[in-house]
Structure formats: structure tokens, C-alpha cells
């Protein structure tokens, strides 16, 4: 026996820093690339503070040599000196900058696919609380702006380190005395990026939040554009849109304002300790205590020290954006995935049988929380035909994300031919049902692509898919199509109508050939005339098969083995349609009901 689920503790997101280290594990499975960058920004940046050394030495040069001959070949060997140090420099800084291209390029093609494949292996519970527009930003946009950053901010920040590092070096070797200037300046510079920074990501992250649903209010508008010219509601969708795209616009422009006052702060620091630096440099000289040549590389070092750190304080105002963008990046990969069984799939070869137990099921979305489902007791037998009828919102389709296992029961337990579904691992469980849904599905592509979609190899040809759709009476509209099953559907109908597009559907999951048919509601959008042909078509379908049929027109049902009636979460009648109708309940008010209100349509 299965204990109840544990509440599990979604998986802690990364934040800031947490998912910085995340992506640098992705950066070092390219380890041979980093290490030429790595080698290429060391040497590079080594060498071109090489150049603030050797035109200290020309000025000390000019001021102690007479003019002539001599300072002429002596300006000239330094300026050549200088011209192949700054080319070995530009060289590999060219070099740096292709192989971290390439690196980003591929990091960023790797975690695109890591995401969408964790999508992929997400419960329905995940997507039922989230805008498939805000999901659809992060995978596109947000991968994108790590990309930026990966390829750009990544290398200058690592060429700003070395240069920071090297350049305070030299200037100890030059003057200790000055160099203790930035004793005072750049703890003055860190402090002050930190405030800004820890104020601007908040904003940014917020501002990112807020697109993502706009891209979600985009998709959902978009997606239902039928209804709302139907309804003329066009003026009332814009003034929502305008509502949510100037929050945006507060945001951004908040976000924007803080990172934008950084870089006006730092270079006024700087130009502190410039003037520091002329000012006692200065009066260092006239005391005889430093050269002209030694003022004039330990000013260039200052400016080589100096450079970085702005740099990387304009960098903090992008990085904002990027760091944002990681933290929902890894939001989704480290979401819980579905709850799997331990033991390996089988080997396919012993077929179910499609029996199914439910022994005390009770089942709530809000734990604690009211129930949904409870204490359900059912066996279906292998072939048998189990319809489900109900009010809605009585838990009918609930029933079934507990049988596919989007949900987990809070209590109870539900087996397939005598096994635990939650000891059957979830591809093979599913490989046991077909489900039709009220709402059918169809992706860009031809008719036969879509049939074709989730068929076994064996079954996956033009011919075998065309003999299989003859054999249950799909073919026949297929065949009036323009191009037959080579019309390429577009936009999820291309041109087909709710009744057609639900038998590819029907026929699709058909040549998934499973144990077990589920049809939610799979006939409640269409007309009675092409409700007959489904009808035909379904009959023909789940022959011999184990089917549930979720209804809502009673008319569609009335030859099942076992009616189940629902009601607030329990099965209140059960039967066949003359045995319900005889008992006088719940199922015979629905009946009633139903042709109560077609004949006063009529």
C-alpha cells in the first residue's frame, strides 16, 4: 500500500549569485574553450600594460637625452616596441572574443534545450498556474539576454580583472605612496555599486515579471481573436493591454533610472582620484621623489585601474537584466518534475489488459483543502464501456488526471490490471491510454503528420495510416480535403471544422493503439449531424478495447455497459441508462432535462 503523498518542498530557486554558478557549470563543459580565453585575456591584457611601462620610459628618455640623432632611434625603437606589444594585444584579444562568441553559442543552444526539455517533464499543475506567454518569454527572451551576457559582459569583466590586478601591481612597483590613494577611492566605488545594484536588480526582476505577462495577455488576446471580434470587445482588450504595458513602463523606467545613475556617480569618483593622483604626483616631482616618465605610466595605470572598475559599474546596470532573466531561467530548471516510479519500463511485449481499480480514491487540488473526489470504489473490467455524466464542476475530468497521473490521489489508490499506477513508470502508463479531449489539438503540418504524430513505427506509413482510416470511417472526409492527407493545416484547423479536426484526433489516438480509450466531452462542440459520424467512428474505435466516455449529452452514452453518475465528488448512481432511468435519481433529472430543453429548442 501506497501512505499518502508528502507535500514536497518546491526546489529552492537560484537567485543572483546561485544562478550565476549555474551557468558557469554550463560554460565548463567547454573547458579546452575557456582555457584559450582564459590564456588569451591573461597574456593580452599583460601585454598592453606593457605599453603605460615602455612610454614612461620614452618621457624619462626625452627629458634626459639632448635632442638628435640619438633620441630620434631611441623614440623609434620605443614606438615600435609599442606597436607590436598593442598588435600581439589586439590579436589576442580578437582571438578571446571569437572562441567566447562560439562558447556563448553553444551554452546558450544547450541550456535552451535543458529548459524546453525540462517543460517537457513538467506536471499540468505547473502550466495550470502560469501564462503560457510568461513561459514562452523565458525560453526566447530570457535565454537570449544570457546569451548577451555570456558573450560580452563575461569577457570584460575577466579582461577587467587581470587589467585591475596587473595595473595595481605596476603602480606599487611605481609608488607605493600614491597607489595608497585608492585605499580611499575604491572602497568609496565598491560600496556605492552595491547600493545601486541591489536596488536596480529588484527593479529589473520586477520589470521582467511584468513582461512576461504582457507576452502572456499578447498570446492569450492573440490565441482568441473568433471571440473577441464576435463580442466587439477590441477597445476593451486595448485598454487592458495599455494598463499592463504602461506598469512596464513605470517599472522600466524605475529599473532604468537606477542603473542609469551608476556610471555618472563612477566616473565622478574617478575623476576624484585623478585629481588625487595630479595633485600629489605633483608635489611628489618637485620634491624629487618620482620622475616625470613615472608620473606620467602611473597616471595611464590609473586610468588602466580605474577603466575596469567603471566598466564593470556599466555592466552591473546590464547584468540587472541578465540576472533577472537566470533567476527565471532556473526557476523553470529547477522546478519539480512529475513524481516517477523507480523501476525501469517494461520490455513492451505483455500487452494490458486495460482493468482498472479505484479502491477509496479521494482527490483535492488545496491540500487541506475541499475534495474534489471522494472515497470512489469502481472496477472496470478489460472491454468494457464506462460512461461518466455530471453536473459540472462535479469532478468528472478530475477523474481522469488521476488515471493519466497529471495528478497524484491524495488518499486511496488507483490500479491498472492489479498494479499501482505510481509503480508503473509514467511513459508506459501513459503508452495504456488514448485520451480525446473536448478541445482538439492540431500543430502546423499535413493531415497524415498529424495522424501520423504519436503512431508506432509499424504503423506510421502513408498506407497502413490510409488503411487504418478507411477502417474506421475517417478516410471518407479526409478524401474530400484538397490535397487528401497531404493538406497542410495551419493556424491548428487549416480550415477544417470542430467535427473534422476531432477525427484526426480520433484517429490519431487510434493508431496509438492502447488498452484503453478516453473520449472528455469529445462531441460537446459539434452538431448533431456530425455528433452521428463521431459516434460511427468512435464505435468502431474502442471495439474490444477498454473505453470512458466523459459526457455531456446523454444521447451519446445511452448503449454503455455502466453509467456512472458524479456528484459532488462521489458516485451518487450507477448503472445502465434503463436501470438509472428506473431508479428515478440524480441520472433521470439529467435525462429529463436534456430532452426538456431540446424539445423546447424544437
Known amino acids: 500500500m501506497h501512505p499518502p503523498p508528502k507535500e514536497k518542498k518546491p526546489a529552492r530557486q537560484k537567485r543572483g549569485i546561485g544562478s550565476l554558478v549555474g551557468i558557469l557549470r554550463y560554460i565548463l563543459q567547454y573547458r579546452l574553450f575557456v582555457t584559450v580565453i582564459l590564456a588569451c585575456a591573461i597574456i593580452g591584457n599583460l601585454l598592453a600594460l606593457v605599453v603605460p611601462r615602455l612610454t614612461g620610459d620614452m618621457v624619462d628618455a626625452l627629458a634626459a637625452m639632448p635632442w638628435g640623432a640619438g633620441i630620434l632611434a631611441r623614440l623609434a625603437q620605443g614606438a615600435l616596441h609599442i606597436i607590436l606589444v598593442s598588435l600581439a594585444s589586439w590579436g589576442l584579444s580578437v582571438l578571446r572574443d571569437m572562441l567566447m562568441l562560439h562558447t556563448a553559442q553553444n551554452v546558450v543552444r544547450r541550456l535552451r534545450y ?41 569577457v570584460t569583466l575577466i579582461s577587467g580583472f587581470i587589467t585591475v590586478v596587473g595595473a595595481l601591481l605596476m603602480m606599487l612597483t611605481i609608488s607605493p605612496k600614491l597607489t595608497l590613494i585608492f585605499v580611499f577611492t575604491v572602497p568609496l566605488m565598491a560600496v556605492t555599486a552595491r547600493i545601486i545594484s541591489k536596488r536596480a536588480r529588484l527593479l529589473h526582476r520586477l520589470r521582467k515579471d511584468c513582461f512576461g505577462r504582457l507576452c502572456g ?89 580605474a577603466h575596469p572598475i567603471v566598466d ?86 478530475t477523474l481522469i488526471s488521476l488515471l493519466l497521473r497529471f495528478y497524484d490521489v491524495s488518499s486511496g489508490r488507483i490500479l491498472l490490471d492489479g498494479v499501482d499506477i505510481r509503480d508503473i513508470p509514467l511513459r508506459e502508463l501513459r503508452r495504456c491510454f488514448a485520451l480525446v479531449l473536448q478541445d482538439s489539438w492540431l500543430f502546423e503540418g499535413s493531415v497524415y503528420e498529424n495522424i501520423a504524430y504519436a503512431a508506432p513505427p509499424r504503423l506510421a506509413g502513408h498506407d497502413a495510416i490510409e488503411r487504418i482510416c478507411g477502417e474506421i470511417l475517417v478516410d471518407e472526409f479526409i478524401r474530400t480535403l484538397p490535397e487528401g492527407y497531404d493538406t497542410v493545416l495551419h493556424n491548428d484547423s487549416g480550415g477544417l471544422s470542430q467535427g473534422q479536426r476531432q477525427l484526426v484526433n480520433i484517429a490519431r489516438a487510434f493508431l496509438c493503439d492502447p488498452p484503453i480509450f478516453i473520449l472528455d466531452e469529445a462531441t460537446s462542440s459539434v452538431d448533431t449531424m456530425i455528433e452521428a459520424q463521431i459516434k460511427k467512428v468512435t464505435e468502431r474505435v474502442i471495439k474490444g478495447k477498454t473505453s470512458i466516455i466523459i459526457a455531456h449529452r446523454l444521447s451519446t452514452i445511452l448503449r454503455a455497459d455502466k453509467i456512472l453518475v458524479v456528484k459532488d465528488g462521489v458516485f451518487c448512481e450507477s448503472g445502465t441508462h434503463s436501470e438509472l432511468l428506473a431508479m428515478g435519481g440524480e441520472y433521470k433529472n439529467l435525462y429529463e432535462s436534456q430532452f426538456a430543453a431540446l424539445r423546447a429548442g424544437s
Open 114 to 154: 535543458d529548459v524546453f526539455a525540462k517543460l517537457m517533464k513538467l506536471p499540468v499543475s505547473y502550466f495550470d498556474n502560469r501564462s503560457k506567454g510568461d513561459i514562452i518569454s523565458v525560453v526566447s527572451v530570457d535565454i537570449e539576454n544570457v546569451s548577451d551576457t555570456i558573450s560580452s559582459d563575461a
Open 312 to 397: 564593470t559599474a556599466n555592466i552591473i546596470n546590464m547584468f540587472q537584466t541578465s540576472l533577472a532573466a537566470c533567476d527565471r531561467v532556473f526557476a523553470i530548471l529547477n522546478a519539480q518534475t512529475e513524481p516517477d516510479a523507480a523501476l525501469p519500463e517494461s520490455s513492451g511485449q505483455s500487452r494490458r489488459e486495460g482493468k482498472i481499480t479505484l479502491e477509496d480514491v479521494s482527490f483535492s487540488y488545496d491540500k487541506p483543502g475541499t475534495p474534489v473526489l471522494s472515497g470512489l470504489e469502481l472496477e472496470i473490467q478489460p472491454g468494457q464501456c464506462i460512461a461518466v455524466v455530471g453536473a459540472t464542476g462535479s469532478g468528472k475530468t
Open 217 to 305: 495577455y499578447s498570446e492569450e488576446m492573440i490565441t482568441a481573436q473568433n471571440t473577441i471580434k464576435s463580442y466587439g470587445i477590441e477597445e476593451y482588450n486595448l485598454d487592458n493591454f495599455k494598463e499592463i504595458a504602461a506598469e512596464l513602463r513605470e517599472k522600466g523606467s524605475k529599473a532604468e533610472f537606477q542603473s542609469s545613475c551608476m556610471m555618472p556617480v563612477m566616473n565622478g569618483i574617478n575623476n576624484l582620484n585623478f585629481t588625487l593622483i595630479c595633485l600629489f604626483g605633483a608635489l611628489m616631482a618637485l620634491g624629487g621623489g618620482i620622475s616625470i616618465g613615472n608620473i606620467s605610466a602611473f597616471i595611464l595605470y590609473s586610468k588602466r585601474f
